[in-house]
């Protein structure tokens, strides 16, 4: 288990951009899967993006592709997602994965059975 803290939630005006963060704290990345998952109420958890940690490749959901952007620091073990272009539709909690020793490209990334350490979540909420 790899111990995951998400921060950067918050309320934000349609049209808006909100940056979140994930740390790894004393945990170097090495080889592994890195994800954003996001859930609203009552549905279930689906995934938004994931990064394959060795080789920074990405993985997009088609409902962000062209609006959110995740990258990594490797040095800081952080995992961000850049969230531009904010719709209410995007109002949820967002939850940081990883899978160790894996990457994307070898796992199924979208499904949240892939993952085995998650954070506890972020909000973000866009008003409508």
């Known amino acids: 288990q790899v111990q995951l803290v998400e921060s950067g939630g918050g309320s934000v005006q349609a049209g808006g951009s909100l940056t979140l963060s994930c740390v790894a704290p004393?945990?170097?990345?090495?080889?592994?899967?890195m994800a954003w998952f996001r859930r609203a109420p009552g549905k279930e958890r689906e995934v938004v993006a994931a990064?394959?940690?060795?080789?920074?490749?990405?993985y997009y959901a088609d409902s962000v592709r062209g609006r959110f952007t995740i990258s990594q620091d490797n040095a800081k073990n952080t995992v961000y997602l850049q969230m531009n272009s904010l719709e209410p539709e995007d109002t949820e909690m967002y939850y940081c994965?990883?899978?160790?020793?894996?990457?994307?490209?070898?796992?199924?990334?979208?499904?949240?059975?892939?993952?085995?350490?998650w954070g506890q979540g972020t909000q973000v909420t866009v008003p409508s």
């Open positions: 990064i394959s940690t060795e080789v920074a490749n990405t």
């Open positions: 994965a990883t899978r160790e020793n894996i990457g994307c490209g070898w796992l199924q990334w979208n499904r949240t059975t892939s993952f085995t350490s």
């Open positions: 004393g945990h170097a990345f090495g080889v592994s899967c």
